[in-house]
């Protein structure tokens, strides 16, 4: 039966950014930690591109690039858009910087681009996910701080992933060097020890997770340490 | 029930998003035509290296990377698409042939191979190009055995015989990686289809021009 009433339930359902307008109270609490934990899901696919410390560098960088371009980007038009295409237009927006990016990797960093296989292009999805967060964020100013500093933390996050994998799984750091910067870079790569196979789990994906689980458990740890006076 | 006004306010974020779109696929195009010469030279520079890993460069004096022909094979190449063969000669006389066959059924996905065959069919050698096996695992040809796909060269159909074209397992002449033996199956499968292939084929390998 198609009620008002449902009808109206519908398009509150429907509607992507009820709290569009400009001066919307900050979210509660429970909100924010709702937040984070789809960022943290939005990290996940990223992962991947953790297994050295080259990778995560490189990629950090492309996230420091592609987030606030995008934010830059989506504030941009979002005030020609109506409500009902900002999730399209996201999408659309996103995938071209992404494609762009791509073509970046490959015409100047081909060996670095191409280890980030299909991850690249899923970065888009990441975008579009913590773009459709911010739906509070009143101005472009702030909206374009909390998307560096989005950046920033999976940028961080990635670096110390690989720091570890690629120690614990091969003994190294900064291996394949060279394909970030350059051919002189390849006596940068430091063999700490030798190993024959490493620690494999490291450097499979399961590796990824557990690393980023114990990562979180020292931050919630040490969060709890700076709560509670000693 | 559609009412005309739901019409109405449809017809402006459409124009919108086809605006949008617009923008965005003139600004990647244009991203892409400035970009497709540097692409395309390091896609050259890339096999150019697997290629100067199996034959020395000084054994032959044209240029393989235009000097190459399109073969299509899908039950001995691995794949239904073109397979690109690049010819070098020297003096107009035949020096190698190298295959870029494909191994279907790695571990995970298929593998590349560049396969390098001189005039008779003896194996010069082979490079993996590409692949997505498991690190540690079954990419040991990369590290830990590094030497393993030393071993194809001067392998030929004949040597070693066609029951022992595969890895010891299955009771052929190659060893197998510690902990994977579908990668080493897969390469040393492909890796004899090749040559099945080039010996049927040999002629028509090293004939000028494009196939019409």
Redesign the interface.
Known sequence: MNTPAAHNDDAEGLSVRPGAASNFPPPPARHRAFGSTLQLLALCPLLAVS?TVVKALGFGALVLVIFPLATLLLAA?RR???E??VL??SL??TA?LV??AE??M???F??LGASFGVFLPLLAVNVVVIDQLQTSSADRGTALIRSVRIAVGIALTLIALGLARELV?RGSLLSGAATLFGSWAQQLEIKVFSV???F?LA??PPGAFISLGLLIAARNWMARRKSTPP | MAMPADKR?LA??TV??VI??AV?TV??VT??NL?RD??AR??E??IKQHLDALVAPQSYDNDPLTDTIEVIAPDLLGTAAPVTAYRMRKGGLPVAVAIRSIAPDGYRGPLELLVAIAPGGQLIGVQVIRHNE????GDAFEN?DAGWLDKFRGLSLSKPPQQRWTVRRDGGDFDAF?GATITPRAIVKAVRRTLEFYQGNEDRLYQDGKPR
Request: glycine share 10%; net charge neutral.
């Open positions: 297994d038009v020609w858009l109506d009902s295409i399209p237009c659309l927006v071209g494609t762009a073509l970046f490959r015409a100047w081909h060996d799984g024959d196979m490493g494999l450097l499979l | 306010n402006r974020p919108t998003l949008i779109a965005l600004g990647l991203l892409a970009t540097r692409i390091n896609q520079v890339w498991t690190p540690g695992l830990r510690t």
